[in-house]
């Protein structure tokens, strides 16, 4: 059975940064794209970043805009985020998802792409103070 867990999110000033981490349990980590979610209050969660499965091509949402940096050390079965830059709107909580090949599909940032990813974890929440 796969298990994802995040941690690395908490309260920050904006302008400050954060780094994610998020570990995979019960799966050949390597051989899967992984993305980063968020969900804000009474929003629809988005696609903030997608990388595939060997590390080397990597996606962001355009509200991302440069401040963030996806990267992941397959011999840790574990993915992160480097958030710099963090502003309010930031706000949400983030969640880590495996996908089911080792690619990132072209709607990966949309609701219906995210059928695309198999296994979430349960989130950490980001809190962004102006």
């Known amino acids: 059975q796969v298990q994802v867990v995040e941690s690395g999110g908490g309260l920050v000033q904006a302008g400050g940064s954060l780094r994610l981490s998020c570990t995979a349990f019960?799966?050949?980590?390597?051989?899967?794209?992984m993305g980063w979610f968020l969900q804000a209050p009474g929003k629809e969660r988005e696609g903030v970043s997608c990388?595939?499965?060997?590390?080397?091509?990597?996606f962001y949402g355009a509200f991302v805009r440069g401040r963030f940096t996806v990267y992941r050390d397959n011999a840790k079965n574990t993915l992160y985020l480097q958030m710099d830059s963090l502003k309010p709107e930031d706000t949400a909580m983030y969640y880590c998802?495996?996908?089911?090949?080792?690619?990132?599909?072209?709607?990966?940032?949309?609701?219906?792409?995210?059928?695309?990813?198999?296994?979430w974890g349960q989130g950490t929440q980001v809190t962004v103070s102006s």
């Open positions: 019960g799966l050949s980590f390597d051989a899967y794209a």
């Open positions: 998802a495996t996908a089911h090949t080792g690619v990132c599909s072209g709607s990966w940032t949309t609701p219906r792409g995210q059928a695309d990813f198999g296994s």
């Open positions: 990388i595939i499965s060997s590390g080397t091509i990597t």
